[in-house]
Nanobody, 125 residues
Framework: VQLQAFGGGLVQAGGFRRLSCSASGRAFINYTVAWFRQAPGKAREFVSA????????YYGDFVKGRFTISRDNVKRMVWLQIDSLQPEDTAVYYCAAASFLHDYDYGTERYYNFWGQGTLVTVSS
């Protein structure tokens, strides 16, 4: 599967952004798709994931209700809605996919074998 992330840009603090991840290839429904982010000078961290099949959602500990992940298997799309953006949300956001991923592995980037190119979100204060 090939992934393309887009939707980043410059946003004022308090605003919102909807990131998109489009996928090409077969059997998209069989893939767990996740968002990770990497802030300047920091390690990449898990943001959210939506499971293959039934679409169970998972979120990183820092999310605190400001992020919402969703998917459309027919359109082969995954979205990440980010509300109440804060300057510390400034990062490159990556979407990633893995087929039939175990629930306990959803937050571990090494289990994702397909990655998009990343989209930069910059939040101004």
């Amino acid at each position: 599967v090939q992934l393309q992330a887009f939707g980043g840009g410059l946003v004022q603090a308090g605003g919102f952004r909807r990131l998109s991840c489009s996928a090409s290839g077969r059997a998209f429904i069989n893939y767990t798709v996740a968002w990770f982010r990497q802030a300047p000078g920091k390690a990449r961290e898990f943001v959210s994931a939506v499971k293959y099949g039934i679409g169970t959602t998972y979120y990183g500990d820092f999310v605190k209700g400001r992020f919402t992940i969703s998917r459309d298997n027919v359109k082969r799309m995954v979205w990440l809605q980010i509300d109440s953006l804060q300057p510390e949300d400034t990062a490159v956001y990556y979407c990633a996919a893995a087929s039939f991923l175990h629930d306990y592995d959803y937050g571990t980037e090494r289990y994702y074998n397909f990655w998009g190119q990343g989209t930069l979100v910059t939040v101004s204060s």
